[in-house]
C-alpha cells in the first residue's frame, strides 16, 4: 500500500498549500491584507451583525404589539415619525436616520399608511408631503416604547459599566459614522475622474 501512495504522490506531486499573499494572514479575505484593512473588517463584521440584530429586534419588538408585519427599516421609519410628535417631511426622516434611499423609504410610509398607522398632512406635493402617526399608530409606538422598556433596559443594566461605555461606544460610532460619509464621497469623487 505504501508503494501505491508513493507512485501517486510521484504522478501528481506533493499537496502544496497556496502561500498568503504578501501581507495577508491566513484564513484572512480579500478586505482584510493589510493589519489595518483586518482591524477594519473586524470591526464592520461586528458593525454588520449588530446592525442585523438591531433591526430583527425592531421587528420582533413590533410584532409582538402590532399585527402588521414591518421590518426594521419600517419600524425606524415609524418611530422617527413618531419623535417629538411633530409632523415630518420625507427629506426630514432620511436625515434623521441618515438615509438616501428615498425610493425604500417611500416604499415604507406607504405601507404604514396602508396599515393605518401614519397618514399625510399638507400640499399633495411629495416633496411638502409630512407624515405624522394616527391615533393606532400613537397606540402602537407606546406599546412599542412599554414592551422595549420592560425589555432591553433590564439587560443592559445588568452589564458592568453599561452606561460609560454606552456613551464612549455613541461618540466613537458618531465619529466612524462622519468618516464612511467622507469616505463615500471621496469614492464617488473618484469614480468620475478621467
Known amino acids: 500500500m505504501r508503494k501505491t501512495q508513493k507512485a501517486a504522490a510521484k504522478r501528481t506531486g506533493p499537496a502544496v498549500k497556496p502561500k498568503p499573499a504578501t501581507g495577508e494572514r491566513p484564513g484572512s479575505w480579500h478586505l482584510a491584507r493589510t493589519e489595518t484593512e483586518r482591524r477594519l473588517s473586524e470591526f464592520e463584521f461586528r458593525l454588520e451583525r449588530l446592525a442585523q440584530a438591531y433591526y430583527r429586534w425592531k421587528a420582533s419588538c413590533l410584532a409582538a404589539v402590532c399585527d402588521v408585519p414591518l421590518t426594521g427599516d419600517d419600524v425606524a421609519v415609524l418611530n422617527v415619525i413618531r419623535m417629538g410628535d411633530e409632523p415630518k417631511r420625507l427629506s426630514e426622516i432620511g436625515q434623521l436616520l441618515n438615509r438616501v434611499d428615498v425610493p425604500n423609504m417611500q416604499y415604507a410610509t406607504r405601507k404604514l399608511v396602508k396599515a393605518g398607522l401614519i397618514e399625510t398632512e399638507g400640499s399633495s406635493s411629495r416633496k411638502e408631503t409630512r407624515y405624522r402617526a394616527t391615533d393606532t399608530g400613537h397606540s402602537v409606538t407606546e406599546a412599542y416604547a ?43 469623487t473618484r469614480r468620475h475622474q478621467p
Open 146 to 188: 412599554a414592551l422595549r422598556a420592560t425589555t432591553l433596559p433590564p439587560m443592559l443594566e445588568a452589564l458592568e459599566g453599561w452606561a460609560d461605555k454606552s456613551v464612549a461606544a455613541g461618540s466613537h460610532l458618531e465619529l466612524v459614522s462622519s468618516l464612511y460619509t467622507q469616505a463615500a464621497q471621496v469614492a464617488i
